[in-house]
């Protein structure tokens, strides 16, 4: 469980978060939504320690964030970072093989090279694992960043807009590779999504933030209606069920 | 994947290099008579030798100052010899030869490395601010600072009657460099050495500071090895040979274009290039108006050019 409790931040008098307390349940698919500049990003950095608390706590299953060497945290959460933008040319196995490092620290074992084949299989990227990095496609190499962090194989996983730049089948194949995992691995996974039909149809449990603040929380079936999300985007917003799906509409 | 051909290619390359150097110069020596006449075996102890040892030191330990550079401040224009580094180096030889021109060369060598820390960090503090969209930016501040630097050195050279001195070390070359003169670019080497136990941690600290943290890496550590590596490199070659520009800049982008920036497969050719290069700069300087030399430091100022033009002119293979 991700325990987060009194977090405010403010960068010069902007106030970014104000005062959030929530708990983020251990084995569950957690969508972040909100509209931009709620704080979704800022909250997300702080849970993963890579912006420092100023006031208020995180934990992250026992660890607190702040006082965790960075390599126990690294074992214990990986992060996908929004726009992965990459000065250095790495070839795409290389940087998964990177995830294993907090493993490893540079010295690669066999369990090591099974896991980094496993991911260059479940993100599709055998075709091109010996590319260069800026040599592939925006959301090609989103993909290799999630693989990374898929590598690094921790409890929790952390991933900012990963949808960010994926074409249709990728983006219901990331989503759909992250259910597996919280089903059949157990592990706990909180994604910041804009799209709000993947949120539906996928994350079991929804924090809505709104101005800094949090806005609603809960399990997805019982906090996504109609209602909850009109307020939170200050836009009309339907749902339509059909015979066995959930759509979102607001595009007209 | 192993790619095996690089590092082939480079070390052959330095062999016959090597060769040509020790047996070219305005003393006589050939293969045949070196072994059995004792002014030619002289020669090659005192004089060829250590030169060309020193080409290869300075080339491979500055081309490896160079790429640490460029992954930490995640940008591929910049090198120690165009962000102030060199001349915050001289300003501190500068300062040690007015204030104390006594005390021994390794002292004088310790001021300049703390005086070209300083001008990193200035540098780095310098260039926090900017916006990271904008990677020019970074080396157009690191020229501008690099410059006011060396003004500043100027004048108080100019001052205090020491022009000369700035010219010794704004040119590098090879001329003077003798059995007894030149040792101190060992550790130039043997830091490039220690910098490839850490070529890891580089690699992923060039992927930037919180993909690195996320990794777990100690990025504040590794940063201060590499602004550390990198201060002192230049320094001890400021003091032994002279500043030899370019070369940290366009042999690690030579290497990152053909090879990719992963440090652990590509810092030996990045070595290995730059010992090349300065040792072929050194010759050229050397038979190009014999039996006269042009430093090595200008040879490479044209030669660096014509090859980094060809790597950005031409067309990217897929």
Redesign the interface.
Known sequence: MIDISGVSYAIGKAQILKDVSLHIPCGQITALIGPNGAGKSTLL?LM???EPLQTGTVSVDALHIGQT???????K???V?QH????????VR?LIS??R??HN??RPTAADHTMIAQALDRFDLNALA?R?LD?VSGGQRQRAFVAMAYA?DTDWLLLDEPLNNLDLRHASRLMAELHRLAREQDKSIVIVLHDLNYAVAWADHVVAMKNGALAFEGATQKVTNAENLSALYDTDVRLVQTEDEVFVAHHR | MLRTRPYLLTGLALLILSGVSIFIGVGQLSLGTVWHDPAALQLLWISRIPRTLAALLVGSSIAVAGVIMQLLVRNRFVEPGTTGTSEAAMLGLLAVTILAPGWPIMAKMIVAACASLIGIAGFFALIRKLPPDQPLMIPLVGLIYGGILGAAATFIAFQADLIQYLGVWMSGEFSGVLAGRYELLWLAGGLAVLAYLAADQFTVAGLGQKASLSLGLRYGQVLTLGVVTVALVSSLVIVTVGILPFIGLVVPNIVSRLMGDNLRQTLPVVAGMGAGFVLLSDIIGRVARYPYEIPAGTVFGVLGAVVFLWLLLRKPHA
């Open positions: 950095n993963s320690g890579q060497r960075p390599r126990d945290l690294a074992l959460m990986a992060v970072a992965v933008g990459v000065a250095s040319r790495l070839r290389d990177f995830g490092w907090p620290q540079g010996d260069f040599e690094q």
